[in-house]
């Protein structure tokens, strides 16, 4: 529960068959919960925002300020509700297990919400590409990752124009800027999606996979009337012609075929393999995997074609991950999370996350979130999580004894030094606070 889970529950009952309680779980995840089915589409978003910036360029001038705070305003409480609605799944669903894995893949293939659009669409992108392909072929999520309107603006992919397409020739001599390619994501889909660094492309490689991708973009980005406006749209008029060599292997496929055949050529490498197994290894085993674990698991990637499925049963077949001892420190996210599990709260994350030094889906980094220790263990980040336990303490149940608490929800794993200071803590408010900072909470 507090390992492979998002934290155990009061009254929750300790699983006999551990992995059997975790695998189950595959058949109770609900792609779309209730929490999440009155939120808007990616697409429902891009058109209303789109719509909003052609009534803003419509005003005068001194109108223009007041429009845009109450825009920005209202893709704030869009944002918080995106947030809201994760947590709430987090808190409530029936597939803990699962859930964890959504937030392990939104991180590793992020889109930071620093803008008011990609601030609008991520939450809606990792409901609509990560939610549905948890528990499918990584192949497919990488697909449906690649081509959301949220990676593609916010790795700007929609201003990447061929030289030499239709479009850049008609504007030869007529546009001030000459159009360009802008290889943000075919970098960063080697580099952090699937390859991962130095393991043998070159700069060459990223250049000509991002002439591969031109005319990827999002359907009425530019303002055109497009029916099927905010989706996924290749526009061959934008797509740099010629075949593409990449990795040592020439791709003359023609318009979109190309870029997809590059793409799928990417998840079944086995230095995908390798980088994506060890990026999960490091979040549910330790910070430095075993090389062992690594292996079993980029084989069980490679024999399954990235069947995801078969990459967690081969996880949990592992002794290293069944080790007594609890290496993983828990993100903010993580521990906020399974405090409120543990005192049947709820709250609104958006502030607390903040607070904490992880703002939900804004890493500022397409790289996302560390995952590791020493991002997160610093005096400075402990003393908020102090505060934000303090805050939790002071508003859950009264009645909670922090010992009772501890035993049920940390079991064996409490030492006498936490259970010695629960005991002697002024009141049951701050008995709650000590848990939910002491050593053994703060690490799954």
């Known amino acids: 529960m507090n390992r492979f889970g998002l934290g155990a529950r009061l009254g929750d009952e300790s699983p006999e068959d551990a ?3 975790l695998l189950e779980q595959f058949e109770t995840y609900e792609a779309k919960p209730a929490a999440m089915t009155d939120l808007p589409s990616s697409a429902e978003i891009f058109v209303a925002y789109r719509e ?5 360029r419509d005003l005068p001038e001194v109108k223009r300020a007041r429009v845009r705070q109450e825009l920005r305003k209202r893709g704030q409480k869009l944002y918080e509700a995106e947030i809201g609605a994760r947590t709430l799944s987090a808190l409530t669903g029936q597939a803990p297990f699962v859930e964890h894995l959504v ?3 939104a991180n590793h293939f992020a889109v930071s919400a620093d803008e008011p659009l990609t601030k609008a669409l991520a939450g809606s992108f990792e409901r609509e590409a990560i939610r549905p392909h948890v528990l499918g072929r ?9 081509t959301h309107p949220a990676m593609l603006l916010y790795l ?5 124009i061929g030289p030499n397409s239709i479009r850049a ?4 001599g007529r546009a001030s800027r000459k159009p360009g390619i802008n290889e943000n994501l075919a970098r960063e889909i080697l580099e952090l999606h699937t390859l991962g660094v130095r393991t043998g492309y070159s700069q060459t490689d990223v250049t000509q996979f991002a002439f591969a991708m031109t005319g990827w973009t999002v359907a009425g980005h530019d303002g055109s009337d497009e029916a099927k406006a905010g989706v996924f749209e290749f526009r061959s008029q934008f797509h740099e012609p010629g075949a593409r060599t990449i ?4 791709y003359a496929q023609e318009g979109v075929d190309q870029a997809e055949a590059v793409l799928s050529d990417a998840a079944r490498s086995k230095a995908t393999a390798t980088h994506v197994v060890t990026k999960l290894a490091r979040h549910f085993v330790t910070d430095e995997p075993p090389t062992s674990l690594v292996k079993r698991l980029q084989s069980a990637f490679l024999e399954s074609q990235g069947d995801l499925p078969t990459v967690y049963r081969a996880l949990l077949n592992a002794p290293e991950a069944w080790e007594a001892k609890a290496a993983k420190f828990k993100t903010p996210w993580e521990w906020s999370i399974s405090a409120l599990r543990a005192l049947g709260s709820t709250t609104t994350m958006a502030r607390t996350a903040k607070q904490l030094g992880q703002p939900v889906w804004r890493p500022q980094s397409p790289a996302g979130y560390d995952d590791i220790a020493a991002s997160w263990a610093a005096p400075d980040a402990l003393v908020r999580r102090v505060e934000v336990a303090e805050r939790l303490a002071r508003k859950a149940d009264p009645t909670l004894d922090a010992r009772e608490v501890a035993r049920a929800l940390i079991g064996p794993s409490l030492s006498e030094t936490t259970a010695i200071e629960l005991a002697r803590a002024d009141s049951p ?3 709650i606070a000590l848990l939910l900072v002491s050593p053994e909470f703060q690490r799954r």
Request: hydrophobic share 45%; net charge neutral.
């Open 19 to 21: 992995k059997g309680w």
């Open 52 to 56: 909003d910036g052609a009534e803003i």
């Open 103 to 105: 937030h392990f893949w």
């Open 138 to 146: 990584f192949e497919d999520m990488l697909f449906a990752v690649e």
């Open 156 to 160: 700007n992919q929609n201003r990447s």
């Open 169 to 172: 020739k008609r504007a030869a």
């Open 247 to 250: 990795l040592g292997k020439t």
């Open 429 to 431: 408010a701050m008995a």
